[in-house]
């Protein structure tokens, strides 16, 4: 695993080479995409809602109403932890600014897979 890199902060789009984890919660509503950051090699954990659509209107939960599975690529922002250089104050970034897609897997079909 390389070190990481304290590069200067800039937001730019990168092309990770190394393949990431896409976790899918149980209840399906959040998925967790894992792995090391293209730019600054810092171990990245992004942690994406999926399917909160806000106050629930006074109807109960039902066990089985989970969100459809995500499709397509979670944009993906580096959140290494560590400090960059440069990062403005008001960032709510926790890396150095690279960005990137990370394809979702598909789905586990209903009843599939154990
Ligand atoms: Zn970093
Ligand atoms: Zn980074």
Redesign the pocket.
Known sequence: MPA?DPTTFQETEVHPTAPFTVHRSDDGRWYTVTGD?PA?H?RTVFRVAHGVLGPLKGRWRRRDAEPEPLTGAIPVY?Q?G?P?PERPPESPDA??GAFWDVPVPPATPPGGAP
Do not use: D, I
Request: glycine residues 20%; contains cysteine; hydrophobic residues 0%.
């Open positions: 990481h950051c600054c810092g580096c290494c560590y960059h890396g150095c």
